[in-house]
């Protein structure tokens, strides 16, 4: 027998790409599960499905970085209660310190669908009761006819799992000009902020006043206090773009529309910023 959960739950998370540099990711999860019937007789009670699975995932990929422990441009260590991060990719030197939930690292030389699938597999089959064979996921981003960027963020006052530094949406946008949807601005911001960090300018700091990690010139150093412990990171200034405003969905949204005021005053725009999968923030101006 195989008892099913489509559209179980989203995965938001940022990982590290050797090409690609921090990458903000959102996929969406269905399951299977196979095996025989319980005493009472289903596979599974859909409310333990949600309640185990979904809370397994939850705990350990969602709002993380995920980080491919057997690459060679990864160097992973415990210092001073915190994980220290250090990778090598294509567009230049990434660094992170932070409490080590915020990290999760895969025995893979590559984070993907398939290694991703594979960890949630091997992870979560154990905490199942016997009469489940096999655990079966499918891992999908959003299937969009429209234009989609991803981005990786940090909200330091945040009370949940949103306050780690490093963790990422892809997300679609909507702009429209005096009521029209608008290909071009869309087009326009997903290029702009394709694989791109946003920081906030006031979790910007000096070189100097980092306690684990040392910034090169062509860095940016943020760092800051938040309730699950003290956040550093260091980024190529190529890989980011800062923001006057924190990067909440909605601040994001507010700060597009801005920008697009700014560029021509004669037009209504509103702009229709999602945060990963089926959620978001609308902002007029």
């Not at 909200?155 to 608008?182: E, P, V």
């Amino acid at each position: 027998m195989i008892l099913f959960v489509r559209d179980l739950t989203v995965i938001d998370f940022s990982y590290l790409c050797q090409k690609r540099g921090m990458l903000g990711e959102s996929y969406i999860v269905d399951v299977e599960l196979h095996g025989g019937l319980d005493q009472t007789s289903m596979v599974l009670d859909f409310g333990k499905v949600k309640k185990v699975i979904k809370h397994a995932i939850d705990q350990l990929i969602d709002h993380k970085l995920a980080v491919p422990e057997l690459s060679a441009a990864v160097k992973l260590r415990n210092a001073k209660g915190l994980q220290q991060l250090s990778f090598e990719s294509n567009r230049g030197h990434i660094q992170m310190a932070a409490p080590a939930e915020a990290i999760v690292a895969i025995k893979a030389d590559a984070i993907n669908l398939q290694t991703v699938t594979e960890f949630l597999q091997h992870s979560i089959k154990p905490l199942l009761p016997a009469n489940i064979d096999k655990l079966i996921f499918t891992l999908r981003a959003e299937t969009v006819s429209g234009f989609f960027y991803h981005y990786s963020h940090g909200l330091k006052k945040h009370d949940g799992n949103c306050q780690r530094i490093a963790h990422g949406h892809r997300s679609t946008i909507q702009i429209y000009a005096d009521g029209m949807l608008t290909p071009r601005l869309n087009k326009y911001w997903c290029e702009r902020w394709q694989d791109i960090y946003l920081g906030s300018a006031e979790d910007l700091c000096n070189a100097d006043v980092l306690q684990h990690l040392t910034a090169g010139a062509d860095d940016y150093s943020f760092c800051y206090q938040a309730a699950q412990g003290w956040f550093e990171l260091t980024i190529p200034k190529a890989h980011c773009e800062i923001v006057p405003c924190d990067t909440t969905v909605e601040c994001l949204a507010e700060y597009i529309a801005a920008e697009l005021k700014q560029l021509d005053n004669t037009r209504q725009y509103k702009v229709v910023a999602y945060e990963g999968v089926g959620k978001g923030a609308i902002a007029v101006s």
